[in-house]
Structures are given as C-alpha cells and as structure tokens.
C-alpha cells in the first residue's frame, strides 16, 4: 500500500536517541532547549518566544488560555479544520463560529472571515491548508485593524512562508505539529510561538504545571532547598522531553531535503495530472508563497469521488480526504450557516500520497492508477 503519509527516520534518529539514553536523562533538558532554539532560528524569531510542547492540539489549548477566551467569546475558524483547534475554543466555553474555504485551495479569504465577525469575537483561528499559506498576511491586516487576536494553526505548514515570513509568525500565537503524520517528525509534539513576550513567559509557566519557580537539580547551583517551588497558575504538564527533542533536531536538519523531495513530487503530479478529463489539481502558489507541500489534493466530480477512491484502495493506493467540514457536527452547536465553498470542497477533494519517502516508482503508479480510475468511473458515471 502507498500511504498517503509516512515519516522518514533512519539511522540518524536512531543515534540521536542512543546518546541520549546514554546520558541518563530523557526528560526535558539541553536537548530540548536546543531544539526551541534552532526552531525558532528556522522561523525567524525570537528563541524566547517559542515553547515545545507534547502537541500541537496542546498548543492550541494553551493558545485559547493564553488569549483568556471564555464563555460568551466566539472565535472564528474556518469550517475544513482540525478537530482538536474547535475543541480547544468548545473546551473554554467559547463560542465557535465557523467560516466558509475557497472550495480550490481550502483556505478562507479574507471576506470569508470578516462575513462572520461579530462584536463577540475575540479571535479568529485558521489552518493553513494542505502547507498552502492562504490569505494569511490579509487576515492579519483585518484582525489587526479589528483589535482581533489571530492564532495560526501552522500545524502542516513548518515550511511554509509568504515573502520569506514563516506561516505561525502572522498572528498573535501560532502552533506546530511533530506527530508521526507531519514532515518534521518526533514521534508525538509541538511547538508554540507568541508575539507578545509576556504572552511567551506565561505560556512557558503555564506548560509546566504553572510553575513560577521550579524544583529540582538544575536549581542547586542557584538557591538553597532547590526541593521547593512556587505555583502561580493552574497550568498543565505540556512539555515535551529530551527523547524526541533528539529526534527532532536530526529531523530540522534533514528538512531541507525533505522539502526539495515534496517540491519534487508535487511538481510531478502538477505535469502528470493536468489536463485529466474531470480532474483538477490545486491551485498555483501566488508569487512569493512557498508551501510545505504537506498535503497534494485533487478534485473530482462529487458523482464520482467516493469511487475513485475505493478504486485507489482495491489497487493500493490509499487516499483520503481532510478535514471534514466541522459546522456539520452537532457537538459545535449545529450551526446551519450555508458554507457552499466548504461543502462543496469536502464533496470533491481528494487528497493524495504525498510523503518525501515515495520513489519515482511510487509517484507514477499513484499517476497510473488516478488516471485510470478517473476515467473509468467517470465513463460509469455518465451511463
């Protein structure tokens, strides 16, 4: 089967770990400290600003706390979202409220948003999907002449950049993911950035149980009874450790490659899919946007999609399509807002294998077979 995703670790990751089992601590320690450092010099701020964590759903937790949203806030999110960025507003008894996409690329524009601000909103959270940047400078332009907190959830976009800015670095707070289906891999993690350095001291404190002051070996050198610490917030145990921090910094070194490969691919399947009776391929990048090329997606006649993918699968291509649309959900509050270019998105699109680890082999098959599949079922469909 020729997954749609599969990380890439070899050798390298598998030292990284020994030496730190050798050096007989695993938890958080210099290996974590280093990786926020090289991370944030990969986007381009401030070392300070950024806190690892054990996910990116973490993150965005600690980004709704951070930005004190509560009951009788809404927050305004994009419809084709991950799940855990609606919980985390549901979870602080706020308000969701759910924006359409532009049904090629999946992303909102910036009318999309400002259709559903109201005076209740306190923030507005976007995906970008796929690594496509979207309209994300105009969105902060809007939010920031609103007086409106922005959150990215950069989660597939660790590459992705407008103008050579990082996607995460827009807004207020934006968050990456490490966990086994993203490019940059440590096995489960994440990572949040925020603009405001007392927003960032906060996040630190509040990632690790709401410590002021902590306890422990590292204090020796700086205090007597370095047992005793001060807790200042209610936080929670958001850290990642010096296991996968390991791993992660092998990976960032490796990223660069990854991204020629994905460049690679994607380019292939632009050549090789253009022109299918029936089948569009995503949308060219604006000059000056650079994606990470985490997900590549086609779209099919609604009549037909299902079926091709079932096609795909029976010949051992395994597709899939995300996210589905989130306002459909009842648990959200059912919101019956027509959103024509998310359903309409989530009628069509169908997301293919895209991993750096797929060979040329791989590609053309996926080729072959999408090819064949699209014409045989649309043939079907058309009787």
Known sequence: MINVFQPSLGVEELAAVKDVFDSGWVGKGPRTTRFEAELAGHLGVPAAHVVSM???TEAMFLAVELLGIGPGDEVVLPAVSFVGAANAVAARGGTVRF???D??????????VERMLTGRTKAVLVLHYGGFPGWVAEIAALCHDRGIALVEDAACSIASRVDGRACGTFGDVGAWSFDAMKILVTGDGGLLYARDPELAVRARRDGYLGMDKVSGFSQV???DRWWEFEVCSFGRRSVTNDLAAAIGLVQLGRLAGFMRRRREIA????AELAGVPGLRTPPPLPAGHESSHWLYWIRLDERVRDAVARRLYEREVYTTFRYPPLHRMPIYGADRTALPGAEQAAAETLCLPMHQSLTDADVAQVVAEVRAAVAAETTFARR
């Open 267 to 270: 380019a292939a399947y632009d």
């Open 221 to 223: 050198a700086h205090a």
């Open 99 to 101: 924006c359409d996409v």
């Open 103 to 112: 049904p090629a690329s999946l992303n909102p524009r910036p009318d999309h």
């Open 54 to 56: 054990n996910s990116c």
